[in-house]
Nanobody, 122 residues
Framework: QVQLVESGGGLVQAGGSLRLSCAASGRTSYSYNMGWFRQTPGKEREFVTAISWSGRSTYYTDSVKGRFTISRDNAKNTVYLQMNSLKPEDTAVYYC???????????????WGQGTQVTVSS
């Protein structure tokens, strides 16, 4: 079992930045590939980005390329999502996710966090 706890969401003006964190716990959490999804009311959960367990591979959906950066610190069992140049359309609940097998993009997830709200005002 892997437990994921997100933090760092909040309200920010368009053009601003936020950094989300996801703390993972569990005996083998360090071996999981990690990712972020987001969801707005009435829409399906959308894949945003992922990072391999080693940190050597990353993948981004087109809408966030050049603005978002995913990283991880395996010593702290934590993955980060640095979000810059935020737009109102980035407003969503952001979910941390863990997946044992690496694919791009992710169609399935092994474990989910509880989500953190990000609101970008215009």
């Amino acid at each position: 079992q892997v437990q994921l706890v997100e933090s760092g969401g909040g309200l920010v003006q368009a053009g601003g930045s936020l950094r989300l964190s996801c703390a993972a716990s569990g005996r083998t959490s360090y071996s999981y590939n990690m990712g972020w999804f987001r969801q707005t009311p009435g829409k399906e959960r959308e894949f945003v980005t992922a990072i391999s367990w080693s940190g050597r591979s990353t993948y981004y959906t087109d809408s966030v390329k050049g603005r978002f950066t995913i990283s991880r610190d395996n010593a702290k069992n934590t993955v980060y999502l640095q979000m810059n140049s935020l737009k109102p359309e980035d407003t969503a609940v952001y979910y941390c996710a863990a997946r044992l097998h690496w694919t791009t993009p992710w169609s399935t997830v092994d474990y989910w966090g509880q989500g953190t709200q990000v609101t970008v005002s215009s």
